[in-house]
T-cell receptor, first 117, second 111 residues
């Protein structure tokens, strides 16, 4: 398996523009996570899905952020409109969660480095 | 609520020296603990994990970690560090369906 695939690897956009980040999880995995990494805050969980259903989006910073998972093999994280403070590395991860969903190893993509100017 | 603390933001060691990275967790039930490594420009790779059983866990790349419930700690160790170990290390807790990360520890290795 190719692992978790994220695109694009780098994105530079102007403030106010819409940004869409994409993620293809590992085939067969049933949980998907979006994280944001900054120097100040480290890795923060934004949202996660189980069986394509959003379970917890309490980490989504504001209404400008939205995430979808239309099927088991694809997810998007959208920022509209983007702001300079959104600049960060965004990671997608997937896992195969069983039973009570605890303790499943998460496999991470290589991340998307977003710069908003 | 679950949380993890990595007290050291940045550690520098010499190549060949021993290493210990600290991790403290705050979780009432049995914790599910992991150590991940992130090389520059890369995603996170799992080094090892602990759910139950033997409190000394062996991982990849010569790393090990010891779970100490009395100290709420899960410190990562390596007897002899290599230059390629320079990276960011994170110890998330995963006992509530999702991985909760601390701020990580950046390891620099001097020649």
């Amino acid at each position: 398996d190719a692992g978790v695939i994220q695109s694009p690897r780098h994105e530079v956009t102007e403030m106010g523009q819409e940004v869409t980040l994409r993620c293809k999880p590992i085939s067969g995995h049933n949980s998907l996570f979006w994280y944001r990494q900054t120097m100040m805050r480290g890795l923060e969980l934004l949202i996660y899905f189980n069986n394509n259903v959003p379970i917890d989006d309490s980490g989504m910073p504001e209404d400008r952020f939205s995430a979808k998972m239309p099927n088991a093999s694809f997810s998007t994280l959208k920022i509209q409109p983007s702001e300079p403070r959104d600049s960060a590395v965004y990671f997608c991860a997937s896992s195969l969660a069983r039973g009570d969903l605890k303790g499943a190893e998460a496999f991470f993509g290589q991340g998307t480095r977003l710069t908003v100017v | 609520a679950q949380s993890v603390t990595q007290p050291d933001i940045h550690i520098t060691v010499s190549e060949g020296a021993s290493l210990e990275l600290r991790c403290n967790y705050s979780y009432g039930a049995t914790p599910y603990l992991f150590w991940y490594v992130q090389s520059p420009g890369q995603g996170l790779q799992l080094l090892l994990k602990y759910f139950s059983g033997d409190t000394l866990v062996q991982g990849i790349k010569g790393f090990e970690a010891e779970f100490k419930r009395s100290q709420s700690s899960f410190n990562l160790r390596k007897p002899s560090v290599h230059w390629s170990d320079a990276a960011e290390y994170s110890c998330p807790e995963g006992g509530s369906e999702k991985l909760v990360f601390g701020k990580g520890t950046k390891l620099t290795v001097n020649p």
